[in-house]
DNA sequence: AAAATATTCAACCGATCGGTTGACAATAAA
DNA sequence: TTTATTGTCAACCGATCGGTTGAATATTTT
């Protein structure tokens, strides 16, 4: 007993931190699934799946219902949603850019309404390019 | 070389699940600081200190500035944002349950509504609450 | 030039991590 | 009742983590 106070974000996002437990929280996004199930994508033992799952289930991620023989998971989005929200705290900084972007390109917009007068749709916003953001995949 | 493919945001959430380093982070959410700066708060060695902010530096959260003898470090929002992205996938499982809520409050006034056909303004959707959110405090 | 300051580096330590294997327990199917 | 099937548990392993200490490096101050 050396460890006093472990904030729960911890567990959370010691959790999300293993690529391996991101998948299978996808693959629950789709549905209940049991363990070997959830397992069967993952090329390791399925005492090892399980102890990933157990990681998930610790950190408050999913929940457990067992049937029988078989453990069915499902996602529990609580957790998910306090990180994301501690995670908005820091929403400004990033569109904070895109803000000052967006203000110089308007001053552009409004510089060239004021030369070509005779021009009556403003252009739009250009295809906001959020560069890294790198969706999809698998994880 | 055993490791073959972290995916970067393995890096980003381990760094961000420390109480020390997000404790860093919101630190450095209020402007530049050097490393001592840093590290003054938390009691534990400088080279310790200097470990956590490395780990933050290598996951891109931040970038320091070598000014003489001094390292200026300042928030790099990138990862943050994406780490949010990330989340922002599982959104709707938890907006559905309020969802869910806010259509039977719905329900329950149209009835009001149909009942009592007097009444003008309708009722506002009260305080929504959103429980375990656990803001503030430190980290 | 000498001393103080800011920071990293290297070696070490115990704890935890992610994986393995083999045994075990419980349920379902034959 | 035997035999599969589903899943956990316990012990082990090497790698990484978070911390320490002492020395090294670079810069600034005196």
Redesign the pocket.
């Known amino acids: 007993m ?2 006093l106070q472990t904030h729960p974000i911890d567990t959370v996002f ?1 959790a999300l ?2 690529g ?1 437990r991101r998948r299978m929280l996808r693959e629950l996004a789709q549905g209940e699934r ?4 959830l397992a069967e994508p993952h ?6 799946a ?6 998930l289930e610790s950190a408050g991620l999913i929940r ?1 219902e067992i ?5 069915l998971c499902r996602l529990e989005p609580g957790p998910l949603a306090t990180a994301h929200e501690w995670l908005t705290f820091y929403e400004r900084f990033w569109t904070d850019r895109l803000d000052i972007l967006e203000r110089l390109l308007r001053e552009e917009d409004a510089q060239k309404n004021a030369r070509d007068q005779t021009q009556k749709n403003p252009l739009k916003f250009p295809a906001s390019q959020k560069s890294e953001t790198e969706t999809g995949e698998d994880q």
């Open positions: 050396v460890e010691h931190s293993d391996t049991t363990v070997s199930q090329e390791m033992s399925l005492a090892a399980s102890k990933h799952i157990k990681v457990r049937q029988g023989r078989t453990h």
